[in-house]
């Protein structure tokens, strides 16, 4: 009995210390070798394009095993619309890693730093993607329909696929007439005390409209008073979503910088919200994608990109966001006045404008009580 | 005539020397042999393997985030410290903080012990109802459960408001303040003290308070200062977990507080975790507050639970239900109106948001627009299917191997006497502490770099929730075995039986109740664990909670009330059915 207890227990904690020891975390399964791999195809494919670039990389996704990990903050309807899309069209099984932009990035870091290739391709918000592309984590990536994006939004190492649009929302039911927004300025009226509500992480689109104003030749001072009066009297939220639900049920009358595909579903179901017509400028942001330097599967995630800016913005467009390009190869921001978020200037200075707009949040008066 | 042949000698007590063999063979064992018995001794090799296992889950994490918490790019420094504590917001920070957690924990053990005295030890009606009405708050989704309250007491658009108005004036309510808070995380914790507390009493002797009834003190006086000092171990193990808990919950403050400029410890975290660059020493100087006050509080724990005598004791018993005589309609009555107040009200609102196209007050419009289209377009989710059986997998995996472990990890920390045994207790606790994607990073990071097939699997997840659960667990298993007095083992032993036996055919029995409410709360609230699941989960192992998590960011929120309702239904049954299941375990009752 005691013999056996001892091997037991030996065995246990081997167990435990094997599962615990690794290989040192320098070492990885020839991801040395992957990096050079995809570069390679990348630059053999760059080059190429229409029927010729097509058929090159079927060939060589076959050879890759017709099989895709793609990492997306993509919404769960879309995605769950355009994956089979691709696989429709190609034959190519596409595996979904599906989280928030965050997540995403954290996982994305994680992995590279224990060289462990778990995405061909990500595809996430701007911010992130300056981050993973900044790291030099993704690949070279040229074609015709890259250079369709607006000029705006023409990013090194990674290539916009959808457009987040914030503009002003309100409930028809409580702000109707004169009451509705017609530009950025109008939200400090006092008028708006007690209707508008601010998201707690909104501080790129403060940023950029805070950058917009100073090029019109407003002071620093006059800027902040205005975005103080703005606070004044508002409610701040977490998370767009829980934004758009409460202005729906009527909790707000306006969300200062909603998402406008938000805005929109909420609409379509039937619910008394509205936007249009849009207060401009529009502060945009991009969301795009990059295929990944230690790709097991180069060749298929560029096949991917290559539909998803052509066939896939059609899908993105039909499931009511914005597409990058629209499928005509016009512009989807053209014929409005846009503010591009500066993803470079949020990398470096992010932090301080965080600062700032969580000391301006906090500055606010509480929302008047009912009582 | 007498027989002369030797008596029948036990092959293995040799007493007297057998041939062949010469007396210098029975010298007395040496140093080194009589340690090695010692130490190969069942309990001490399950003792110390039990140790490596919890040690092993609850440091990686930690280890992790003590070194992101002091060191940078540079090497070993504090200023993480600094930062995090040096920042002008902190004292109200942490003053919402203490009162938040304080307010919250203060009512969830009110409510929840309450709730369990009368469920147990009386003959209140209903029991099987109240039973499961008392566990609901703790299955709907803590995003569905604050944003359902919203809903009826917003000054703005709450029903409840609505319906006082007439009466009260306009916003009676005001549920976007630190008393909303504090009302609803208490009442959404509650089934935590419930099921600690229904143990607990279980687990007591009425006679003592048979005694004092006798003796002539009231039914209020036997229950202050009889019945709550004997479970006292119960009561303070219940109150450490609200109050860390409530310094790490986040839904509440963050969709109820931010309106009104209330922010705690967590909403800082995830800022801070959420932002890029993410400054972990910061992330991780906050967490190192909490697992100080963590450690303190256990260290308390402990030192209360020692001094309590167990009141399952070698005297036989069996736990009564107290008649509640003329008081029993009435008591019923106050807790109908309590369930129907807190438990019914929010439900009814995720039922009647499920049916609808999108929330909107209760009007002819609104019903006429109702239908079961968001059920499904739920169930048209191609993974809810696959996601649900994962959620159910890993609940039940993680439930079961997280008590099967504390159960014997706790037996070490109480009765074993082994040295180092209290650090045991504060191990097991830390990943109460450690917010949940740094725990999630902590484990990615060591089986990114393993050589097992773990990392993209399964198995990582029960690994996260194994790793998140442990605290809970423990203080289930550790409290439950407080209130068993060393008695029963003791006469065991004295009889006979191996160490094996004695904590498989005394302990386990008398702990029973103790570990199934533990393996219940593990159980159901795995199915929420969100923040390690996102990080860790691969394609096909989705489970349910990233689904609630899309279908909320993508403000689809009929729908999530859809799964809401189809959440509770299902796991309102499981648990049911669980419980009467543990209950042929272990001490019977009238």
Known sequence: MQQRSVFIGAGLAGLVLVAACGGAPTSGSGSNANDAAGAKVYAEVNPLTGTARHDKLVELAKKEGNTLSLYTSLNADVADVVTPAFTKATGIQVKVYRADSETILQRVLQESSARFAGSDIVETNATEMAVIADKGLTGDYQSEQRKKVNPEFQYTGWTPTRFNIFAPAWNTKRVKGDLIPKTWEDLADPKYDGLVSLEVGDSDWYMTLYDYFRKQGKSDA??????TDMVKGSKVAKGHSGQVELLSAGEFGVVAASYSYLTAKARTSGAPVDDQPFVQPVVARANGGGVMKSAQHPATAMLFMDWYLSDGQKLILDNGLTPAIMPDGSDPLGGLKVLPVDVKQLLAEGDEWSKRYDTLLQGGEKAPDAN | MVSTAPPPVDPGRTTRPRPGISTEDLRAPSRLATLWTALARPRTLVGVATAIVIGYLALVPLFYLLWGAFSDETGFSVDGFARAYGDPRIGSLIGNSALFAI??????????????????????????????????PLIIPGILYTIAWIFLASP?????????????????FNVFSIWGMIWVEGLHMSPIVFLFMVAAFRSTDPSLEESALMSGASRVQTFVRVTLPLVRPALVAAGLIMIVRALESFEVPALLGLQNGTYVFTSRIYQVIKSYPTDFPVAGALACGLLLVAALGIFISNRVGRNGSGTISGKGFRPRPMDLGRWKPVVGVGILLYFALTVVAPLVVLLYTSLLPYYQRPSGEAFRSMSLENYTKVFDQPLVLNALKNSLVLGVAAATIVMAITAVAAWVVVRSGLPGRQLLDHVAFAPLAIPGLVLG???????????????????????GYCTRYLPYGMRYAVSGIHTISTELEESAEVSGASWWSVFRRVLIPLLAPALLAGWVYIFVVSFRELSSSILLYSPGHEVLSILIFELYANARFTELSALGVVMVLVLVVLVTFAYRVGARVGLRSD
């Open chain 1, 222 to 227: 006059e800027i902040d008073k205005m975005f």
């Open chain 2, 441 to 463: 990073l902590g484990i990615a990071f060591v089986y990114l770099r393993s050589p097992l097939p773990i990392y993209g699997t399964l198995l990582i997840l029960l690994i």
């Open chain 2, 156 to 172: 703005q658009i709450g029903l409840i408001n609505a319906v006082l108005e007439p009466v009260f004036g306009p916003g009676t």
């Open chain 2, 103 to 136: 307010g919250s924990a203060g009512l969830a053990m009110v409510v929840g012990t309450g709730l369990a005295y009368f469920n147990v030890r009386t003959d209140v009606p209903f029991k099987g109802l109240f039973f499961a009405a008392s566990i609901i």
